[in-house]
């Protein structure tokens, strides 16, 4: 019963009566402000065997992250296929349940188009309003696999604590706000969260990066076109992502220049070198705003091909970011409001956005 449920998968594979088993083990995750517990849960791998979500409380930590795990009493069992879970919001003073069967056949072609190493755990998350979500995940990469939906459940509290020293549901959520204030806070101040946030999160589009080089005019407000005398001596190194659908990539190896499925970008990281300089640029969106441009540039269609580009004039500070399909004369550029930057020269700091306001380390990720 938790707004996040994980399961790890190591390297290790066996065959075992003509079905593929893998080594793997169970844990938990909720967002950090919208904490969990959980009452029931079972993985189901056989029609009648399953692994239970470990004892963690409450579930709290960044959406998608890997929480508590669990030593199995056997080392290799069959893709989950099946998820019965039930668990309580803590700030909406709600249960949830949800039984539903799992893509299995999914889950291992997405493993099996991997290298060995890239995926460690399968993640059940579960966000508030009952929104379910099932990622593979490993320390470098995740992908979201399916997203789903639970429905609340009339239950009693009695069944769900028994023997507790609280009566009342109210009196036992307040209770653990009051050890949370992080939480508490947020929603006093904000209450609870739209029904359709994390549907906005969770929802996939298709775009590639595009890490361009270019020279700023700033009399002019626009960006110059290089001839081969003074075309740059610059190249893009790599790309890292983490997303608001709680995926991240940190692999380095190109995938995210290429079209491909993803949600809407919460952090990037680009490094490039310039002659004998490196540098990197971190860009954190602010979610309601770019959650707005993807939604207005895609429309009803997320599945069209689209160019996110990183322009980047690093002489002038000069860093814009824009979309663009195929069909429209020109990019839309993303509005500066809808993100801050901290740009890196040789690992000394040498641009920040003016509206930056990053805690101290935020780029270690």
Not at 45 to 74: F, N
Not at 92 to 109: I, K, R, V
Not at 141 to 150: Q, T
Request: net charge negative; aromatic share 16%; charged share 25%.
């Amino acid at each position: 019963m938790a707004t996040g449920m994980t399961v790890a998968f190591t390297t290790c594979k066996t065959m075992t009566n003509n079905r593929m088993e893998y080594r793997y083990y169970i844990s938990g995750n909720a967002p950090v402000l919208y904490p969990t517990e959980a009452w029931y849960s079972a993985l189901f791998y056989e029609q009648d065997e399953a692994l239970p979500l470990p004892k963690c409380y409450p579930y709290r930590g960044e959406w998608g992250e890997i929480l508590s795990t669990e030593i199995l009493s056997r080392e290799n069992y069959p893709m989950p296929m099946k998820l019965d879970i039930a668990w309580l919001s803590i700030v909406e003073q709600q249960f949830y349940q949800l039984e539903t069967d799992l893509p299995a056949e999914q889950l291992q072609s997405v493993w099996s188009q991997a290298s060995p190493e890239t995926f460690s755990h399968i993640v059940v998350g579960m966000a508030p309003h009952g929104g379910v979500a099932l990622w593979c995940v490993g320390d470098d990469k995740s992908v979201l696999v399916k997203w789903m939906h639970a429905k609340t459940y009339e239950a009693s509290f009695k069944d769900f604590k028994s023997g507790s020293q609280y009566t009342t549901l109210k009196d036992y959520c307040a209770r653990y706000l009051e050890k949370n204030p992080l939480a508490k806070e947020h929603l006093e101040n904000e209450g609870l969260p739209p029904h359709d946030l994390f549907d906005n999160y969770m929802k996939q589009f298709t775009y590639r990066y595009q890490i361009e080089f270019g020279q700023w005019d700033e009399d002019k407000k626009e960006w110059l076109p290089y001839d081969d005398d003074n075309r740059p001596d610059a190249e893009c190194e790599f790309i890292e992502e983490c997303l608001f659908d709680g995926t991240h990539d940190k692999l380095h190896d190109g995938s995210l220049m290429n079209y491909h499925q993803a949600g809407k970008p919460m952090k990037l990281a680009v490094n490039w070198q310039s002659g004998k300089s490196e540098y990197t640029a971190y860009l954190w969106f602010e979610d309601k705003e770019i959650c707005s441009i993807f939604n207005r540039f895609y429309g009803a269609h997320p599945e069209t091909k689209t160019d996110l580009t990183v322009r980047i004039d690093a002489d002038k500070n000069k860093y814009e970011l824009s979309l663009f399909r195929y069909g429209l004369k020109d990019a839309q550029v993303i509005s500066e409001s809808a993100y801050q930057i901290l740009v890196f020269k040789n690992k000394f700091e040498c641009y920040r956005s003016d509206n930056y306001n990053q805690e101290r380390g935020a780029w270690v990720w």
